[in-house]
């Protein structure tokens, strides 16, 4: 009977102040609502459309503001890496490390970030690719085994479908599931529409995508939340604002309970 | 607060013996569990894999078994037609008439069957087919409108997903709820695996999707249903075992319940 | 050393005007550049995206014209059908039947349009539907066959990708031709983007889709031609300009003569 | 009227004495038969589908064999590089530096390959993602020119299509062209079929598909190309018997001739 886990943050970190009030608004309503939450932040977009688009305060100074969030709040903490040398510095700080959908096939970056996490007692979150059929999310997880990494998440964010459109296939919850990890929902990035002149998003399909991903029973929801997206530097149209987390989290909760008591299907 | 609709049925008329054996069960169980349940059965399967493949008893000695369908249990019925001069013999017996979704642009059958159904007081049910974006469902709940028609149900069944496998995209149940119809999930063929010597199925992920797809706030299950799926003469692979049935249809109710006390999205 | 078929025409029978002119001209070309040319039209547009879109003359009407234009121009002419009870007819005057995608899995109307135009030694031209591999034409091949139907053509007019998009995979060409069957390459129909109030289409692309089609070894290569595409009632958007059409085919024909002379891969 | 560029080569260098032979090869065919070609053999596969695969003999030992490679014979070379800090080193020895396709919205890469090669007047290779539109090609194109970058080519390698299936969209070429940089097809990777416990590939679509690109009008053609396939490390599947490369380019430039007499379209 556990209790649905979910990772929520900023995209990118944009400021130390604007991170730490995120953060602290989420573990008030964490610690209110009894919610199982990590937080999560990017020190570098390091993939964005464009080169003029914004990218984070780098490695050392998101690391920094990072741990701030975990000291202040008590809250563990979750980011993504992008290249083998940052796993270490990176799980020092992060209780889960996640790795990108496009970098899931990468070995070196599963390797370092399982050895890195495995020293700190951390998890790895490896993001399904848009390209890889669930069934075949085995690899990414039997090469951080190999690595001696058990602590696995693995996300569904989508598959690309036809140009410009990502769509969910639910049946990846159950199929990524029979592989041990537990499977989290990303239910803003499930939501982007990639292309254009940047990548755009259907927020309205948040809450009914995340209802649907617990009610086939994923272990936790990931969404990205901002509290004012249409200000947002990185991936405003598909973030939840930050004052209807309470009640999009609460929501899903009612669900998880009711897949508690009916788990056989 | 409207209870979920389930319509379920075998497949095909495969005899006047299990048709009514099978619908009996079902009536019990709708009387006892308190469902709102349309019986549905194919008087013929007009595009199967093969030219051997059975087809079923034809329009006329299949509309004879559905009306003592109805008058045995009391339950409505509903069945597909495939041209338009099928409508209004079929529109006499059947509370629902079903347009298959290969078959959901062609205006004829919509006017055929919208005008027979009309003269009824029925409704006509459209399930989308496999190849158009949920927004485009617009076009036929339109051509239904024009001749007459406003009673509509919409369903989804599926959208082709590269070659031999469906997706179904969650959004497209708030999308087509939004063009005025209730929107049915088709639980059952949503699991077809086409192609190959004949079509097979995933039925393990029936649960699955039912369940996400009522989280995300539609209004009905189709389900097809065989006392004996291993030996059913049509989609035996992808039909939920007759005995699973009122299990199934009970956890679906739950999570319709939950629904309903937490309609905001 | 086969010469590439043309199969060629306005998408609907729009007037007796329009039609005979552009067979007329269509002739010309065919007899001044040594082509192999089918005139084509449609009697009935059977699924247009809105009730309101032209439909065509009709069937009596529709086939009096197709008459007409063998008669005057000495083409060879054939015309899509939609219901069983529409191929007797249109065998009496259209050397090919054409079935369309959307109903290539309706055995009936394989039966009627296989026994329709055994009768007059006439061809059933199947459309590959767009919710279907190549592979799986086999059982609409073999559904003729069995009605005693063995002259058959199978055309490649996209495959659903996506929302709103079709994708030509070029590998349904081979794929296709080890059934038996010769495959004709629909170059303008493949150019669709189906969606939205009315289908659009990206003209731009039929040259070059049309030339990689024919490398490939397609034999034959359809494509809805027509005096001003803008003005037209059905299908403007992808439709060639009449006045291109000569060069289109000529071009097309020097790809033809080199795979001949290098045909095997 | 410029030749059709070839880039060929093994997928990976399995050993010194594989590589030279091979390129010996190619060298003598190009020169015989008045190929413009490129050597192109991978270092490091940094992606491979278990941790078990071969993945080469690394940057160092690899960079040496291409420096041999282009001693030898004369052959310019290419190879990909997969983190920031190869670029360098490998622009010293390679022409072209290559950017896989999963890697190419890493702008960290694209900045460090786009430098390097401007240093040595070098040219990057971009690989369009499976999972990324043509027109949004754009983006990769934009980011190389910021970093001073102009001598690029991109190349199409198919298109995520459904599960464990890649698509060719043939209008990707004049599309991607008309950004500015000449535009590649890889015929060799395009067939592969990801997935299960190893990649797979369809052979025999390679002459098909490299026939249909070069109609279309693209500028080169990668193909990998291996001695004996069976027996090689990586994509066996999907690589040319080296000994059937002459033929398959030399009918390859046969319809490269007849577009550049025919180019416009």
Known sequence: QLPLLFIAGPCVIESEELVLSTAERLA???????????????FDKANRTSVDSFRGPGLEAGLEILAKVKQVTGLDVTTDIHEPGQAAP???????????????????????ASKAA??????????????????DCIHAVKKCEAFGQEQLLLTERGTTFGYG??????????????????????????????????TGGQRE???YLARAA?????????????????????D???MLPLE??????????????????????
Chains 1, 2, 3, 4 share one sequence.
Do not use: W, Y
Not at 123 to 130: A, D, L, W
Not at 214 to 234: K, M, N, R, W, Y
């Open 118 to 135: 495995l020293k700190h007692g951390g998890v790895v979150n490896i993001k399904k690719p848009q390209f890889v059929a669930p069934e």
């Open 28 to 42: 008030e309503i964490a610690a209110r609502d009894n919610l199982s939450l990590v937080f999560k932040c990017s």
């Open 205 to 207: 399909m948040i809450p």
């Open 165 to 198: 459109r990502l769509v969910n296939d639910m049946r990846c919850i159950p199929i990524m599931q029979q592989m041990g990890p537990p499977v989290i929902f990303d239910a803003t990035h499930s939501v982007q529409t990639p292309g254009g002149k940047s």
């Open 236 to 238: 405003g149209p598909n």
């Open 244 to 265: 209807e987390f309470a009640r999009f989290a609460l929501d899903l909760q009612r669900f998880r309970t009711l897949v508690n008591e009916n788990s056989a299907l």
């Open 214 to 234: 617990v009610a086939c029973g994923c272990d936790g929801i990931f969404a990205e939340t901002h509290p004012d997206p249409s200000q947002a530097l990185s």
């Open 90 to 112: 990176a799980a020092e700080v992060c209780r889960i490390l996640q790795i990108p959908a496009f970098l899931a096939r990468q070995t070196d970056l599963l390797e370092a």
